[in-house]
């Protein structure tokens, strides 16, 4: 039976290719949605095993499901990705819990996403920190056109659903493209074309077109 790392590396998709990056991502509304409850448990049940040498309660296993899924799905999903599942469950128990929002932070005007700096410098994440940081993108961040976000185009994956066409009709400087977004990963939106502008190696603007 495929395991939940097997079925989130299935799910990725690739709306474009690119022959220089990877382009292949997890969608939000994957993780948020058919991601199967049965294989969400049977995971933390293997999670809790592996950490206390006993299985779970069905109070345990219950709460621990109800919290990834509240507050942790995308960190489950990056510690599932990396072979560390299980550290999961000291993550969540830790004084304030780590969550979803170490994805959150800004550092240098760079953000959201988690920096590199923090992994390194966490004694939950410094021995996979690089391996950690690369796969975050596997599952790539939400866009925000009422925010400044910027991003390191050299792992940034993008959650496009189809190929970057040309926009000439914008931008009097860098390279205008007008792609679709796909579902969850721009505020508000759905399927809703959107512009982007890439004017230096490392930097990248988003706006959403009416």
């Known amino acids: 039976m495929p395991s939940l790392k097997d079925e989130l590396e299935k799910a990725m998709k690739n709306g474009y290719e690119r022959s220089h990056r990877k382009t292949e991502f997890i ?13 969400l448990q049977q ?3 293997k999670d809790f095993r592996k950490v206390y040498s006993r299985n779970a309660s069905n109070t345990d296993l219950q709460k621990l499901v109800s919290y990834v899924r509240k507050f942790a799905t995308k960190l489950y999903a990056v510690l599932l990705l990396v072979d560390k599942s299980e550290r999961i469950i000291q993550l969540l128990q830790s004084n304030p819990p780590i969550t979803d929002e170490i994805f959150d932070a800004i550092e240098n005007d760079f953000g959201p996403f988690c920096h590199q700096s ?3 410098n ?28 910027r991003f390191p185009v050299t792992h940034l994956r993008f959650p496009f659903i189809c190929e970057p066409k040309p926009y000439p009709e914008q931008g009097s400087w860098g390279v205008v493209s007008r792609v679709t977004v796909a579902t ?23 706006w959403a077109r009416s």
């Open 27 to 39: 969608s939000h509304e994957v993780l948020k949605g058919p991601i199967d409850s049965n294989k």
């Open 43 to 45: 995971s933390l049940r």
């Open 118 to 120: 923090y992994l390194q």
């Open 122 to 149: 966490s004694q939950h994440f410094e021995d996979v920190a690089d391996d950690f940081f690369e796969k975050q993108w596997c599952i790539p961040p939400i866009f925000n056109d009422k925010s400044h976000q």
């Open 184 to 206: 969850g990963h721009l505020k508000t939106a759905y399927h809703v074309p959107v512009s982007f502008k890439q004017s230096l190696p490392r930097m990248i603007w988003f």
